[in-house]
């Protein structure tokens, strides 16, 4: 069964940058692609990233300046970063196993639990 | 603003059957396979469906998923109290070259 957790600074200073990665067990970041994705309450879910083993990355057009998705050497994890961050970028993030299929992105199973990241000073 | 639209809310009684609907266009739902997730307050999404019509295992068979033209559904019959959670429609966009959410029903057993 495949678990996910999130973890990573809970407060992030405007115009400092977002880190924060996603633990997997049960899979590997070198058998399925993986995604990053966040809820606010005005915004509702948006997805943010994707990577894939043969090194393949996507990010919604509206972050992809600002974001970077990466995996670990260890493959058992993956990480996010988004610089210069806003309080518009407040939101619990998600990071997911993504089912890709002819370069789209299907769905997303299973997520993990959320972390939320304030962006305040 | 989300580019899948569903009604904010919607309700329905134990036992009843109850659709929630998600509208989009030609270059998402029009085209492409829906899936749909299911969140309970303070809780992560789950998937609800996906390829349209299907069940992950585990997923009651009182749920099912459909689309015709540019819109999406999904049904919930012999409705139950713990089905009371918000509800989310998905589909890849091919304009946006990225997944896209609709902005949640929420769901009220009375």
């Known amino acids: 069964q495949v678990q996910l957790q999130e973890s990573g600074p809970g407060l992030v200073k405007p115009s400092e940058t977002l880190s924060l990665t996603c633990s997997i067990s049960g899979a590997s970041t070198k058998t399925y692609c993986w995604s990053w994705i966040r809820q606010t309450p005005g915004k509702g879910l948006e997805f943010i990233a994707f990577i894939c083993p043969s090194g393949d990355t996507n990010s919604t057009s509206s972050l992809k300046s600002r974001v970077t998705i990466s995996t670990g050497t260890s493959n058992d994890h993956f990480s996010l970063r988004l610089s210069s961050v806003t309080p518009s970028d407040t939101a619990v993030y998600y990071c997911a196993r993504v089912s890709r299929s002819y370069d789209k992105v299907d769905w997303f199973d299973p997520w993990g639990q959320g972390t939320l990241v304030t962006v305040s000073s | 603003q989300s580019v899948l639209t569903q009604t904010p809310s919607a309700s329905g009684t134990p036992g009843q059957r109850v659709t929630i609907s998600c509208s989009g266009g030609s270059s998402n739902i029009g085209s492409q396979n829906v899936c749909w997730y299911q969140q309970f307050p303070g809780s992560a999404p789950r998937l609800l469906i996906y390829?349209?019509?299907q069940r992950p295992s585990g997923v009651p068979d009182r749920f099912s998923g459909s689309k015709s033209g540019t819109s999406a559904s999904l049904a919930i019959s012999g409705l139950r109290s713990e089905d009371e959670a918000d509800y989310y429609c998905?589909?890849?966009?091919?304009?946006?070259?990225?997944?896209?959410f609709g902005g949640g029903t929420k769901l009220t057993v009375l």
């Open positions: 390829a349209t019509y």
């Open positions: 998905s589909s890849w966009d091919d304009s946006l070259e990225s997944p896209i």
